[in-house]
């Protein structure tokens, strides 16, 4: 979405500092029947009318349906045999701050339990001051509505995040921005006494204590003094799309750069407490030495290009699992402003290989994935829904 711009800033000029760069790794192997330069992606529009989508997830109904957010604070459903419903099945307009481009309503995702419950979580930031909110209520049920988990957000306007999905685990995560403005003024990627820049794992099948949530027993820092317990990885600036791999858990994190470098990180199944960098790095270079701890081990992405040369913000998808061969196995990336269509694999070495692969329609600022793993994107300022597939290109 184009609030996911950044004022480009020039890269700091530093010498490096005794930093090791960790090349990702993921645990899964796969067989793919054609190579990535053989590969194009196709998009067929399949519903119009939606006014600033943000975010989709998937209900696995037996209909295929899925739930699509807009940026004011609405939810609509889709499916393919009824369409667009044309209104809203959730209404949070009157607690969500949305006048600025990035803040609004940002994530969704069922309950593990939504068939019995019809609950869905769900991530905004908060009138009047911007906090960042998770919350889970009922569907037509805006009084339901049970805050979870609050982060003040109160300073700037700009890179709030705001994914949700449900693990392989069972355990929520959700990605937050590092608070804001250019360069991490606050130094929040690196700070654990903070959530901003992070994202957070909680289990929120129970209550503990005071808290109605539990914090894993297993997250990476519970019990270190300093640190928020909710904490699962750190080192981020706008994590604005994430997703499991429904096949291995493992993750894959698109997190939109400062001005240089857009980047693409993939994290095995359980893999806790990884850093990513921010704001000491950004993408495969150093950004700020000053932030840089030495010996510390920040891990690199495994793709990256240049913000200005090839787009402006990237906005992450999925692993495609459907059912066509040709790019099973494939994770599926795009650019805001280029539209440019990424395709990302992993190789039976660990490395991970990289390609364009055609063009999305203009401005896509999110993927869905449906029960059964086929993909879709919808389009910011148009509101349109494209279902995403794929064809094998020669010569």
């Known amino acids: 979405m184009s609030g996911l711009r950044r004022v480009a800033i020039a890269v700091a000029a530093a010498a490096l500092l005794p930093v090791t760069v960790v090349p990702a790794a993921a645990d899964g192997r796969h067989h793919h029947d054609v190579p990535l330069d053989q590969l194009s992606v196709v998009t067929t529009q399949v519903a119009a009318g939606l006014t600033r989508p943000v975010a989709m997830a998937a209900l696995r109904d037996r209909h295929g349906g899925m739930l699509i957010a807009e940026k004011a604070g609405t939810v609509r459903k889709y499916d393919p045999r009824n369409g667009l419903a044309a209104d809203p099945v959730l209404d949070l307009r009157d607690r969500v701050l949305s006048v600025q481009n990035e803040r609004g309503l940002l994530g969704i995702v069922p309950a593990p339990d939504f068939a019995r419950t019809s609950t869905v979580y769900v991530a905004y930031t908060r009138q009047p001051d911007g906090a960042l909110t998770l919350s889970r209520v009922p569907l037509g049920d805006p009084a339901g509505e049970q805050v979870l988990l609050t982060q003040d957000h109160s300073r700037f306007s700009n890179h709030n995040a705001g994914q949700l999905a449900f693990g392989k685990d069972g355990y929520l995560y959700w990605s937050l921005g590092d608070g804001g403005s250019g360069g991490d003024p606050d130094a929040n990627g690196q700070n654990l006494n903070t959530l901003l820049g992070k994202i957070v794992r909680l289990d929120v099948s129970r209550t503990c204590g005071e808290l109605p949530y539990c914090v894993p027993k297993r997250n990476p820092f519970v019990g270190v003094a300093g640190a928020r317990a909710e904490i699962w990885a750190y080192g ?138 086929e993909l879709y994107v919808v389009t910011d300022r148009t509101g349109l829904l494209y279902r995403v597939g794929f064809a094998r290109v020669t010569g």
Request: proline share 3%; aromatic share 14%.
């Open 236 to 373: 981020l600036r706008n994590p604005w799309r994430f997703s499991f791999d429904r096949k291995d858990g493992s993750l894959w994190l698109a997190d939109v750069g400062q001005g240089t470098f857009e980047e693409v990180n993939h994290a095995a199944k359980h893999a806790g407490g990884v850093n990513y960098g921010w704001s000491c790095m950004e993408g495969p270079a150093v950004f700020n030495a000053e932030r840089c701890v030495e010996g510390a081990d920040y891990t690199g992405p495994v793709f990256h290009y240049q913000t200005g040369v090839d787009g402006c913000a990237v906005i992450g998808g999925h692993v495609y699992r459907g059912k066509s061969r040709l790019a099973y196995g494939t994770y599926v990336a795009t650019d805001y402003c280029s539209a440019t269509a990424w395709a990302v694999r992993e190789n039976r070495d660990g490395s991970h290989a990289s390609a364009r692969i055609g063009q999305f329609p203009a401005q896509v600022s999110s993927f869905g994935e449906d029960r059964d793993g």
